[in-house]
């Protein structure tokens, strides 16, 4: 594969149609990195009840996708709307449709790029037990537990061989759902169902696994960009340790625990490259450790959608790098800039990131 420069990849786009299959936040900014970056034609899916939404503001043409709020999943209605609009690539934003690996297979099929990785290292990256057996056989430590989903006879084995506390967590599980803990086996049996059930309902996928529950620990996050080239840069680590049922609520980079030592931060760093080279993902990903009082780092899974936060821009705010710029070129063979970080990614800023309220978020110098 030829190695292409940012202005090639200009010609390549400039003055044609690039979707965004997303709403809200996600779609504004990728919106305008579209129109300001790439110099391309911004269009967006929406629903009837999105068609007045501040996002459209962005977009230069909008795909109505009907009165049902979870088109925005019908990824085959999607593309066949991008193809009939004379749409070239589409980005999927965060969320909704954008960690399904058949997303990108489909829009190869289809003959329009997606901004993204490949079908299969999303699927190796983004299955939480596939990530878990490949790190596992990479020497990157996981939370101890199961090698696959389990039964209840299987999970109460494993419950005894670990010790309560534990985790039931759904297989395909993401943003901090499908969690239950389990702090007695009297407990097991009905949390069981209930999070299988809830597996399916919100994952189309009810197989749960086990893992330890661990306390005393930091929630820390790298992210990792990779082009197709074999070039993969870590960031440094986002501190994503409040939260609430699972949810991040403050983000800060780099983390203020005095834990984090440089040759740690290194460690969960090059743990983050050896996942996503082994895999020949590229694009963004996000790389998530436990770590706890030890300084001892545990792998808890990797998130495959084309973001720089799950909640917010944190680290982007502290590295001069833009997100959706970066997402683009990589997709299109673009060589990495990230692959000389000295002259194009320098941390320049402290910053930590607050959920307020429901999906509002403020940020805050550090």
């Known amino acids: 594969m030829i190695a292409k420069t940012f202005q090639e990849v200009l010609s390549e786009v400039e003055g044609k149609k690039i979707l965004v299959a997303n709403r809200g936040i996600s779609a504004r900014r990728v919106l305008r990195s579209i129109r300001e970056r790439l110099r391309a034609i911004p269009v967006l899916t929406v629903t009837d009840v999105d068609m007045t939404s501040p996002a459209t503001a962005g977009a230069h043409e909008l795909i109505t996708l009907g009165a049902d709020p979870r088109a ?52 190796s990256l983004g299955n939480k037990l596939d990530v878990r057996r490949l790190a596992m056989g990479l020497g990157i430590p ?37 969690i239950y803990e389990i702090y007695s086996e009297a407990q097991l049996e009905s949390a069981f169902s209930k999070a299988s059930a809830m597996a399916q309902a919100s994952f189309g996928n009810p197989r749960l696994f086990v893992e330890k529950l661990l ?32 949810q991040k609520l403050v983000e800060i980079t780099p983390s203020p625990w005095r834990g984090m030592t440089d040759e740690l931060r290194q460690r969960l760093k090059d743990y983050a490259e050896r996942l996503v080279r082994e895999t020949g993902y590229y694009s963004l990903a996000t790389v998530e450790f436990l770590v706890d009082a030890d300084g001892e780092p545990y792998l808890i899974e ?43 990614c320098t941390p320049c800023s402290c910053v930590s990131t607050a959920r307020t309220r429901k999906t509002a978020f403020r940020r805050m110098p550090a």
């Not at 965060?94 to 490949?118: H, L, M, V």
């Not at 939370?143 to 061989?161: D, F, L, W």
């Not at 670990?162 to 395909?172: H, Q, S």
């Open 72 to 123: 925005y999943l019908d990824i085959d209605t999607v593309i066949k709307k991008a193809k009939a609009h004379g749409v070239v690539a589409i980005h999927p934003g965060w969320g909704f449709a954008s960690e399904d690996s058949e997303f990108p297979r489909k829009c190869a099929e289809a003959g329009i790029i997606f901004i993204g990785s490949s079908a299969e290292a999303m699927q």
């Open 215 to 246: 306390t005393s620990v930091r929630h820390i996050e790298i992210q990792v960009a990779a082009d197709m080239h074999g070039n993969v840069f870590a960031f440094d680590e986002r501190d994503c340790s409040v939260q609430r049922n699972h």
């Open 302 to 344: 990797v998130n495959t959608a084309c973001r720089w936060s799950t909640a917010s821009p944190s680290a982007a705010t502290a590295w001069t790098s833009w997100k959706s710029r970066s997402t683009s070129r990589l997709a299109a063979s673009c060589a990495s800039t990230a692959a000389t970080p000295g002259r194009f």
């Open 142 to 178: 996981v939370v101890p537990g199961s090698e696959g989903s389990v039964t209840i006879p299987e999970a109460r084995a494993i419950a005894k061989k670990i010790g309560f506390p534990i985790m039931l967590k759904a297989e395909g599980g993401g943003g901090g759902r499908g």
